[in-house]
């Protein structure tokens, strides 16, 4: 696989498959791919790299690079795949465009996103940059079910060092705001199809004219489920209105919260309808002005503000702008030091981190003055903001959860085959016309062709979207659910909503594929999400763990919001996919890419980037190779890893927030002598310790040295000579700084 970033990978496949992927992580990797590539070699075990960076798929999407995404997605259906998944950036589209400009100013000749494409080259061009942007890498590579949980170590640490949570009042303000009729939980229509087929989706217009396509072909396989639902744009907008009025009323900071990477077609229009509503008389004087300028609520303020400079009318916009933010409640701000608010960038405040956060905080978020307020928490689509709504009731009515004692929340998250929303977005419109959307058979099925297995009616301007959800992968969901319970001992819950559609459908297939699995003696429950919610933070408090088994949606909000409140971050879960053909996918945390630590690491060489999820994946991944390989040498590894990670968590050796601790890279050099005693020590192996035991002297003897070249670096910017592709010489000079070390690692 080609290689951006790092040294080149070997051509056959390797027994690990290490991605490179952006921002914090990759930069993470820089430093600790040597370490790992030493550590193994001495093994066995080889490990390759796949770049998955975003300036890499722009690059392949263009036939300027391999295209290694493809290639892995290919791996995934080998049994003995192994790959370790580090978080990537799901391009919101201001993303995307500064990579373009940022690759195009380093001399690759790759064309402009078209915004408005006119001819069937543009439209060429904008599909292919479409395909790369939001969340386009995890769904590839998503071809299981997901298990993720607390290490038993990780949770014995965040007991004995809890983390800092904010108090909670029972007279907090915060509060969740979402709609109560005509979103995507309530429209929402659901069927099974019996047997594989097509379907077509499309518009019948209200006005008589013929139909529109919207997806020529859907294929389907017999047993999903297929649903369908809409929001409604004219019921957005009014909760939106009430929503403003409602938070300028109660004094709170007004805060979006919604999923524009992931939810790629859908939220970010979303998104759009919420800076609208929060700017209505400047839209309403200049909207026009603005679309013709090529300028999107859609996009955010800042891409607004941007746009201004060039347009004639541009300061009086910027006026009317300013004079709104006046008028309106107070936004919450995503940083106010340069002014950044929770509507400047669409991917600024994503939901899953952005919740627990406020909820780790007391319900609290920034304010313009840099002071902390209570919020109105906005989530227009009500199908999981109840979730959120029933923790704040549970912390205002029994203060602040606390880490020293809290039980777990693991999560048992369906997702495997683009399962429910996360792959929804082919299959999302803005519709363009009164009328109905209908899906309809063409082909296959178990249904006469022409048969209409779904239809809504739609006004123009409303968000329809289907998604579909494979019966292979809720088997295998059931599974592992059943697996997980039996391992552990804890109740599993499932998270359905008796009131949608689709769980109606998803509880039912529960039911009967549980009743094929043995659950003797397990406590195995069906609950509504609130009424789940409820349960386990009832339980939590006891000290008692609860497994949630959720689908996709939730999977991804629970496995940030109960790991921010247990462990202080998700970065310290382990995230295990076992592929449904046998292979394996190591996710690190359930975090993304925190692009603020680069920033830091710019402003003052310091990177605080834990990569304790990476050490947990790697000896998970090193145990999957072993089993496939039966090479013995990777369990010791992995053994050895597990003991040094336990051991960098109890000594502290984990990057601190700030200049003058460990940062990313001392705990890197630190977890390679701790591995290496480990080896060193171990009798499961003579070879493998005979040979790590001189490499734990050396590291030894170093150490201290290392650990204070690796704090002497830090206080000064640095240069990396780009944001998505950084210049490899100058990454490698920020990331390896230590000779010594190097000189140590590069000889394994
Ligand atoms: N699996 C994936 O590929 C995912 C990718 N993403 C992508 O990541 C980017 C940022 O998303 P965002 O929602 O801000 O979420 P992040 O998880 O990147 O950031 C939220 C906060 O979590 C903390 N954090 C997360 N991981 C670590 C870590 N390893 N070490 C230390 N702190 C960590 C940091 O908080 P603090 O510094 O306050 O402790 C950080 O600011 C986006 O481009 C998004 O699309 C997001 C989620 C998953
Ligand atoms: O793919 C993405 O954009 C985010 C994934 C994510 O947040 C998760 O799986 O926890
Ligand atoms: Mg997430």
Not at 154 to 166: E, F, L, W
Not at 456 to 481: F, S
Not at 536 to 551: F, K, N, Q, Y
Not at 602 to 617: I, P
Request: charged share 25%; net charge negative; aromatic share 6%.
């Amino acid at each position: 696989m080609t290689d951006h970033n790092a040294n080149s990978a070997p051509a056959a496949t390797p027994d690990i498959v290490y991605t490179l992927t952006d921002e914090a992580p990759m930069l993470a990797t820089r430093s600790l791919l040597p370490i790992i590539k030493g550590f193994t070699r001495a093994a066995d075990v080889s490990v390759g790299t796949a770049d998955i960076s975003l300036a890499g798929r722009i690059l392949a999407a263009f036939g300027l690079a391999d295209d290694d995404l493809a290639r892995l997605g290919a791996l995934t259906q080998d049994p003995a795949a192994t790959i370790i998944k580090l978080p990537n950036v799901s391009a919101s589209l201001p993303q995307l465009k500064a990579a373009i400009a940022e690759l195009r100013d380093k001399g690759y000749e790759l064309p402009d996103y078209p915004d408005e494409p006119t001819t069937d080259a543009e439209r060429e061009v904008r599909a292919a940059y479409d395909a790369v942007k939001g969340s386009a890498v995890n769904p590839v590579l998503r071809e299981g079910n997901s298990d993720r949980r607390a290490p038993r170590a990780v949770k014995a640490y965040a007991r004995s060092h809890p983390h800092s949570m904010g108090a909670w009042s029972p007279d907090s303000k915060t509060r969740v705001a979402t709609m109560d009729a005509d979103d995507f939980r309530h429209n929402e229509r659901s069927v099974v199809i019996p047997e594989a087929g097509t379907v077509q989706i499309r518009l019948v217009p209200a006005d008589g004219g013929q139909p529109v396509v919207l997806r020529e072909a859907l294929p389907v396989t017999a047993g999903e489920v297929v649903d369908a639902t809409f929001m409604s744009a004219r019921a957005l907008d009014e909760f939106l209105v009430g929503a403003n009025a409602a938070a300028k009323a109660d004094d709170v900071l007004l805060s979006v919260h919604l999923k524009a990477t992931m939810m790629k077609v859908s939220d970010p229009l979303i998104f759009g309808h919420v800076v609208r509503a929060f700017f209505p008389m400047t839209f309403n004087a200049f909207g026009l002005v603005l679309a013709e300028a090529g300028l999107r609520a859609e996009d955010g303020l800042a891409s607004i503000l941007a746009g201004l400079d060039a347009l004639p009318e541009g300061e009086r916009i910027r006026a009317s702008l300013q004079e709104e933010l006046e008028l309106g409640p107070r936004l919450n701000m995503v940083d106010s030091t340069r002014g950044i608010t929770n509507l400047h960038v669409p991917s600024d405040v994503i939901i899953d981190a952005s919740m627990p956060a406020m909820i780790r905080a007391g319900g609290k978020l920034w304010d313009a003055d840099g002071g902390q307020d209570d919020t109105l928490a906005v989530i227009p689509d009500s199908s999981y903001a109840g979730v959120y709504q029933a923790v704040i009731d549970d912390c205002k009515a029994h203060g602040a959860l606390d880490p020293r004692t809290m039980g777990s929340v693991p999560n048992v998250g369906l997702m495997a085959r683009k399962a429910e929303e996360y792959g929804s977005h082919d299959k999302t419109f803005l519709i363009p016309a009164d009328g109905t959307v209908e899906v309809v058979v063409t082909q296959g099925t178990g249904r006469a062709a022409g048969t209409v297995l779904l239809s809504h009616a739609v006004e123009d301007g409303d968000i329809w979207r289907a998604c579909q959800t494979q019966d292979a992968a809720v088997r295998d969901w059931v599974h592992l659910a059943v697996v997980r319970a039996r391992a552990t001992g804890a109740p599993a819950v499932f998270w359905l909503d008796p009131e949608r559609a689709h769980d109606r459908t998803i509880a039912s297939l529960v039911e009967r594929y549980l009743a094929a699995e043995d659950t003797t003696g397990l406590d195995i429950r069906i609950l509504d999400p609130v009424a789940a919610t409820r349960l386990s933070l009832e339980r939590a408090r006891r000290g008692e763990d609860t497994i949630s088994v959720t689908g996709n949606v939730l999977r991804d909000y629970n496995t940030d919001l109960f790991p921010i409140l247990e462990v202080g971050t998700s970065a310290k879960m382990l995230s295990v996919v076992p592929l449904m053909n046998g292979g394996g996918l190591y996710e690190t945390g359930a975090g993304g890419s925190a692009p603020k630590h680069v920033r830091q690491l710019l402003e003052e060489d310091y990177l605080r980037w834990d990569s304790l999820g990476e050490f947990l994946a790697l000896a998970e991944a090193l145990r999957h190779v072993a089993q496939v390989s039966g090479n013995a040498r990777a369990t010791v590894l992995a053994d050895a890893l597990d003991a040094a990670t336990t051991t960098l968590l109890e000594e502290e050796r984990s990057p601190a927030r700030r200049l003058g601790g460990i940062d990313n890279r001392g705990s890197h050099a630190w977890l390679a002598l701790y591995w290496a005693r480990e080896l060193a020590a171990q009798t499961a192996d003579a070879d493998l310790a005979a040979r790590f035991a001189p490499v734990a002297e050396r590291l030894g003897e170093v150490n201290e040295a290392v650990q204070a070249e690796l704090v002497a670096v830090q206080g000064h910017p640095v240069e990396l000579g780009g944001y998505y592709l950084p210049d490899p010489a100058l990454a490698d000079a920020v990331m390896r700084p230590s000779a010594a070390l190097n000189a140590i690692i590069d000889a394994l």
